[in-house]
């Protein structure tokens, strides 16, 4: 239904960028734990970070950058295994420390460098290692290096996660690429998700910020794993111009296709990071539809998804509609509760579950077949508006507790 | 350190109340199901119900009858094994059926009884027993009845909660009595908890009022077990007066008095609540200290307590104090995160983890010792002024997977 085109690939599918995933021993089981994205020119760049008050070192460092440079990057420098949060004034300098030195391998300004951790907050960072893990990804750097790089960023993802879409602007073939990790601690507003985006389009500073900020609204400020806001997230996005249109405003004709497909890489990020949340066997979608106001959808989207009642139910398979109610209840949003109307789907069928607020019979086994499958959506109705928002979530499984029990050991 | 002594029993410690509880077959597992609490004179009353838009049908009734009576109440009738909640018209019906039901029994008016109800949401009321169940336990009304009264409304709870405090008034001795109930989706503001409290004090209408909102904003309101806010949350409080005091305003001198008696009493059940809840193996308090104001000391020690990465941790026994900080800094409170001290603390000692909002070296065999207890208390020092507040909770553990997983069937 969309303008655009899946392609193969993530952030080096769009023209002129480089990418790189190395393993410099930050992770104790030896995996990849450095990336590095590098474009052949100078980027617009934009970012949204963490809302929450303790915010990593890279993410201070980051809004410093962009500030500087009044949005410009043209590399992005990210380790996996340390989160180089709450790790003081040393974390603070070692987080300039990657910057500089990748700056220095690639002939670059400091400040056209961004960084990003992701891992165990509250440890210094192992610098001699992220040192010769930095040197390591600048001789990679390479075209085919895009998976590399989502391998390199990965913690407790169990599958890296990459998309590319392409579509045309003005005539010319465009490309969106990105990469993401997150499984845990992941909450609106933004998840420890990091999500880098990538594109050839041109585009204007003020229109990029604009439209990553419309992306990020209706998909990752939307996508909960466990309640958590971590201290580290973060959304960057890196647009080279190469595919050679002129450069978008928030006037121009394409700038609402370039938002939409923008909108479609982070939504098919948010789903893959939700489906990978720690311990989840299922990936729910919540449709919140008739609402009074967006505010009133979202509210009640992100309310069902984040609860761990409704979360522990699917994990279940059971049918247990009265806590979706709840939940919505307790939101925040208004609305009528005797007014709203509940359904289950899944590729299995749809089923209604409450209509006025309250329960109605429905086929136990009906609704059985309909938990059974991997991919759920529950849809509220609330009849009292027109306004509708998506949430998206994972079930709640004994594994979520396991793999979060004994993290830093 | 009060001015209070412990006493044996709960809701019928008080002079004048009388209590039953019975097994009307609402839970298909035999249990009790049914708790009646009445008194031989006509009480002062006041609740405090769930903020959750979705109210369960006895909720509203109470809410109505007390406005009718203008605080006033002879009896409380409660089930277990069915909420009454998202039950339409017919669950509205069921409510005043109860309370009719028990009036005519005790020879009360229908707005003298209140009603509360606990357990499955979204299906209607099995009337026929719960009329049986009520015919039952008004014959069987005892001074003896109050622990089988608190043994009625378990749900998932493993031990029945009951406390019961005596102290000096106006030269009178006078006691406070209370049972609740509670162990999943409780989450501040009030949690299904229900908790009924009754006193032979005499105590006006609004200092009774004002009173228990102090007590519940300070214990009921900064527990939480799973983040879901109930449909059924509720704490009634009696007071019939017979102790003979003069009745108690908010000028009076033994008001101070009554309302930290209160507030203990409060106290206790949340922390047995904490204690008990779904698949706990510990209880935590989460203490602040030296926070800017009251309302930042409570957002951050409701946070910590509230985070399901804090909670995994603690069932895991890791000192993971960066998890800590970091629900603090989404907490929404102000405070300077670079001042921050996290301490860990139990029976075994206590060890500092944090300064100035970064970690410092610590011994872990000391720090695993500590959280091998069955107590736990997390101390987050912010530095930043000289409010404080406490939040009760417990671990996260498969067990609370396994109990929410299936809940309905």
């Known amino acids: 239904m969309g303008i ?27 995996k990849k734990d450095i990336a ?8 617009t760049a934009a970012g949204v970070f963490t809302t929450n008050l303790v915010k990593a070192a890279p993410l201070l ?56 951790s992701t891992g165990v907050i509250g440890v210094n960072m192992p610098m001699e290692k992220v040192t010769a893990g930095i040197s390591l990804a600048a001789e990679t750097l390479a075209r085919s290096g895009g998976s590399a790089a989502a391998q390199a960023i990965m913690t407790t993802d169990t599958v890296p996660k990459e998309v590319a879409l392409t ?19 992941i909450h609106p507003n933004m998840a420890t998700m990091l999500c880098f985006i990538t594109t050839d389009v041109a585009v204007e500073g003020e229109a990029l910020r604009q439209s990553l900020k419309t992306a990020v609204d209706a998909t990752f400020n939307m996508l909960t794993v466990d309640g958590d806001t971590s201290t580290n997230d973060s959304v960057l996005v890196l647009a080279n111009g190469v595919a050679g249109n002129s450069p978008l405003t928030q006037n121009s004709a394409g700038y609402a296709d370039f938002t939409s497909a923008l909108t479609e890489v982070c939504r098919e990020m948010a789903k893959k ?96 077949a309909i938990l059974k499958e991997k991919e759920i959506i529950f849809i509220i109705d609330l009849r009292d508006g027109e306004a509708e928002a998506c949430a998206y979530t994972c079930d709640f499984s004994y594994d979520y507790v396991k793999i979060n029990a004994d993290y830093r050991t």
């Open 36 to 43: 590095l994205i590098y474009s052949e020119k100078t980027c």
């Open 167 to 185: 579509f045309q602007l003005e005539g010319k073939e465009v490309t969106i690429g990105a990469m993401a990790k997150g499984s845990g601690m």
């Open 61 to 116: 460092l980051d809004m410093e950058h962009l500030a500087k440079t009044g949005g410009k990057a043209q590399a992005v420098i990210v380790n996996s295994g340390n989160a180089n949060a709450c790790t003081g004034e040393q974390g603070a300098k070692d987080a300039v420390a990657m910057a500089e030195l990748t700056a220095a391998k690639l002939g670059l300004k400091r400040e056209e460098v961004l960084v990003s």
């Open 273 to 368: 990071i939700a489906g990978d949340g720690e311990g989840a066997t299922k990936l729910l979608e919540v449709q919140v539809k008739n609402a009074p106001t967006l505010q009133d959808a979202r509210l009640v989207a992100k309310s069902v998804a984040s609860s761990n009642l409704v979360k522990t139910a699917l994990f279940g398979e059971d049918a247990n509609w009265g806590r979706i109610l709840c939940a919505a209840g307790y939101s925040g949003a208004n609305f009528d509760p005797a007014k709203v109307e509940i359904y289950l789907k899944s590729a299995a069928g749809e089923l209604q579950t409450a209509a006025q607020g309250a329960g109605i019979p429905f086929d136990e086994d009906q609704a059985a």
């Open 4 to 30: 655009w085109i899946r392609k193969e690939g993530g952030v080096t599918a769009p023209e002129g960028f480089l990418a790189a995933g190395v393993g410099a021993g930050i992770k104790k089981n030896g």
